[in-house]
Structure formats: C-alpha cells, structure tokens
C-alpha cells in the first residue's frame, strides 16, 4: 500500500527547558528532528502544532517559543514544517480573552490558526463549556477566524460530551475541531451500550455544519490486548472510523498522528499505516481530503507543492 504525503494536524513538539509543562517529568525534548525521522517514509507537508497543556501561566511562554521555533525549522520534501499553530487561550474568562488573543497574535502571527482550552479533565463540570463566559469567549475567536480545538474523554467521561452540543449551538460562526474522534470507548464494539452513546452524540454533533473532526489519538484508546497487532487494532477500530465517515462525511475528517502521544501505543507509522488499511476501500479523492486537503482548508494552510 502506497501512502504519500499527508497533513499531520495533531502534533505536540516540547522544550521543558524553555516552557513549563506540569505533567512531563525530567526534561526529555520532543521535537521536529525526532518527529521527522519517525515520519520520514511518508512525508509530511505540514504539521499542525497544538497546544501541550502546559502550566497556564506559561500559555503565552509556549506559543512565543512554539512561534519562534517554527520559524527557524529548515523544510525539506520529509517535513513542510509548522503550517499552524493551535494554541493555548483562557476562553473561559469570556470577554477578557480579547486583550489576551490580541497579544497572542501579536506573538505568533499569521501561523496561528485556531485555539484549545482541555476540557476533557475528569475533575471539571462537563457543563462548564455552556456557562455564559465560556460561550462568550468562544464566540470572540470568530471574530478573529480562529477556531476552536473540542477535547473532551467521551470514554472515561460519557457526560462531557452531551453539553458541546449547546456550546456550538450558540457559536454558528467559530469553526470548531473535534480531537480524537471524542476519545471513544475503544474497547467497545457496535450494540453494547458505550459505543451506542458515543455514535449518537457523534451523531448530534455533525448535524452542525461548522464542527469537523480528526481522526486522530485512537491507539492510545485501546486495551493492551487490542494493541498487540496492526491487525488487531484495524480490526477494534474500523467501527469507529466508519461512525466518524457516517457522520461527518468525507469533508470533515482530518488526519492527526497525536505525536508523540500515539508512541504510548503504535509508531507513528503503525498509526497511519492501521488507519490507511482501514480506509483502503474508500475513493482517492476522499482518501486526500482525510490525509491532506480537509486539514489545508480548515486550517487554511498554504496549500502543498506536490
């Protein structure tokens, strides 16, 4: 199976030296250089950088840092470098987030593409999204053609997903992304009560025109015993991959590695290479707009040199 080129829209790159990340011990870097070697088979166009979680008084630290590394990458045909950054923006402060994404585009620039505040934290009321604050801090990224990055744990916590539905509702013009697919109950398989609740909000949610999806962080999702084989784990999330083509169509899946994160389960070409065999059957139209032209719109990137 020949696999060319793609857009990785989901990449987290680090410097514990320079940014302040709570939840990395020591200070190993993950960055471009390694990246690259591991992706180098395929090629990469572009990646999209997103936001690490870092401690939140370093959100404006980390896209400074984030900004300037970009800039000083040298591209090559294995690696485009960084066409967008997704970076870290306190929308839960409603109105105020204005001077701060004022600041934030000042730092990076055109690269900056859109914004993710986590909500996917076990501890915080699901509904925190739909409080007039959030919504309204939400609503100022349209203003400024920056969407918003959705990341909530549809496994671990079933009740985070029912309230974007309200969240979205009340923000018709910001382009939402919803990462890794909602992390699904991957251990689930079709007609058992987890994966019938996810496919239905999966379902809710696409009815909004303006909410896209990335097929991306699904490895890490499974059981040890579902990870064993590439075939085991095309096999676990084929029913998946096919609930996201049934919802949202093949214009809004967008290809994300979730690197390096995706390394606690598959090589990042482990990943790519269970995910191309599970879409083996489709189009190659429809093949491109999941591994390159979707993540290029919706990102608006440069489009690619091919």
Not at 58 to 67: F, K, R, Y
Not at 142 to 153: A, K
Not at 166 to 190: G, N, R, T, Y
Not at 231 to 239: I, N, T
Request: net charge negative.
């Amino acid at each position: 199976m020949t696999i060319q080129p793609v857009v990785d829209a989901h990449v987290h790159f680090w410097r514990p030296d320079e940014v302040y990340i709570p939840w990395i011990s020591g200070t190993e870097h993950k960055d471009a250089k390694e990246y690259t070697q591991e992706a180098k088979k395929v090629g990469i166009h572009y990646v999209i950088y997103v936001e690490t979680n870092v401690d939140s008084h370093h959100g404006l630290v980390e896209a400074d840092w984030i900004s300037r590394y970009a800039d000083s990458l040298t591209t090559s045909a294995a690696f485009g470098g960084i066409g967008g950054i997704v970076a870290f923006a306190p929308v839960h402060q409603g109105r105020h987030v204005s001077s701060y994404l004022r600041t934030l585009i000042r730092l990076v620039g055109t690269k900056l593409k859109g914004v993710r505040y986590l909500v996917q934290c076990p501890s915080g009321d699901p509904k925190r999204v739909c409080h007039p604050d959030f919504v309204q801090g939400v609503q100022i990224l349209g203003q400024h053609n920056l969407s918003f990055d959705l990341t909530i744990n549809c496994k671990d916590c079933p009740e985070q997903f029912p309230p974007l539905k309200e969240l979205v509702d009340q923000c018709p013009l910001v382009q939402f992304v919803l990462d890794h697919m909602a992390k699904p109950p991957c251990d689930s398989q079709p007609g058992e009560a987890a994966f019938e609740f996810w496919k239905s909000e999966m379902e809710a949610l696409a009815r909004y025109e303006n909410v896209c999806c990335k097929v991306s962080g699904l490895p890490t999702e499974l059981k040890k015993e579902h990870k064993q084989s590439k075939a085991a784990m095309v096999k676990q999330l084929r029913p998946f991959i096919q609930v996201a083509r049934d919802c949202f169509g093949p214009d809004r899946l967008i290809f994300g590695s979730d690197w390096p994160m995706c390394t606690l389960a598959a090589s990042w070409q482990e990943w790519l290479e269970v995910l191309s065999e599970i879409v083996d059957h489709w189009t190659n139209e429809d093949k491109q707009k999941l591994f390159v032209t979707n993540a290029v719109r919706i990102y608006r990137l440069q489009s690619p040199t091919v």
